[in-house]
């Protein structure tokens, strides 16, 4: 039988098989000796031990398409950020640093501010004009209202999507909103794992329907970009391609040196004065990170 996993707890998988439901697997010591690990979002083969406790065996790890090291997920299509149009604050800072993971993992990421009715219009088209203008999809919903789901439903049609963002933004309601039998099911493998399922500690797939996954993981309130150096920080903006043309220097930062294509665009207003200086931030404090 074949299935995807769903959740993995203290050497435990939840495995979701199409036609029978959610099964409680165990890894085959194979995959240790191999030092493979499995995946939430893995297809798999799995062996039935008892089908009427929903037990079973892992037996193989399918093909996988790709795999993101933060969340350690498999076979994701695309990623949504959420984050609060007020309340908390959207820190943009905080988006960035997420927005470059998922660019240096080349993950297609959609953008949505949850809570558009606590901010006017005038807001809402700053926010939408910042990442719209370099590239990204934005979109403005309001779980508290109901408003905006469909459109986040026809942008998660048929993909496994990564669903992230900081904790208070409202993330589990516009998951709840956008699958009601995806928080049953929560509740019933919570109920058999004796976890809460209000808050997120682990990363969790649930099925929306058929070829329609979204990742739940957990909350942030910081990001760090482990791995970068500050000299590839550039190619994770990606509003910056076309203006790097213009550089007079091979290898330019985009921050001191002369005739540098970015930093007149962002000059003439051509790039987000947010991003920009975002952007020298994380330069900064990608510079003064220690090396050991």
Do not use: W
């Not at 993995?8 to 000796?33: D, L, P």
């Not at 933060?70 to 950020?81: G, T």
């Not at 797939?205 to 150096?229: A, K």
Request: with cysteine.
């Amino acid at each position: 039988m074949q299935g995807k996993i769903i959740k993995g707890i203290a050497g435990f998988y939840y495995v979701h098989a199409k036609e029978s439901g959610v099964y409680e697997c165990k890894a085959k010591g194979i995959f240790r000796k191999e030092k493979i690990k499995p995946l939430v979002g893995d297809d798999v083969e799995l062996e039935i031990l008892d089908s009427m406790e929903k037990t079973g065996n892992i037996t193989e790890i399918l093909t996988r398409k790709n795999t993101l090291a933060r969340p350690a997920v498999a076979n994701i299509d695309q990623a949504l950020v959420i984050f609060a149009a007020d309340k908390p604050k959207p820190n943009l800072n905080l988006l960035d640093r997420f927005l470059i993971m998922m660019e240096r993992q080349q993950v297609e990421t959609i953008i949505c501010f949850n809570k558009l009715d606590l901010v006017n219009q005038v807001e809402l088209n700053k926010l939408r004009e910042i990442y719209e203008g370099c590239g990204y999809q934005v979109l403005f919903t309001s779980a508290e209202r109901q408003e905006g789901v469909q459109e986040i439903r026809k942008v998660l049609y048929q993909k496994t999507t990564t669903v992230a963002g900081p904790s208070g933004v409202g993330k589990s309601s516009l998951i709840n909103l956008l699958s009601p039998e995806a928080d049953m099911e929560t509740g019933n493998l919570s109920e058999k794992i004796h976890r809460g399922k209000h808050t997120t500690r682990h990363s969790q797939l649930l099925c929306m329907e058929e070829q329609t996954y979204i990742m739940d993981t957990p909350g942030f309130s910081s990001l760090y970009l482990l791995g970068i150096e500050k000299e590839e920080l550039k190619h994770y903006f990606r509003e910056f391609n076309a203006f790097e043309p213009f550089c007079r220097f091979q290898g330019c930062s985009h921050i001191h040196e002369p005739d540098c294509g970015v930093k007149e665009a962002f000059a003439e207003g051509k790039i987000s004065s947010v991003r920009y200086e975002n952007y020298i931030m994380l330069y900064d404090e990608l510079k003064n990170v220690k090396k050991y």
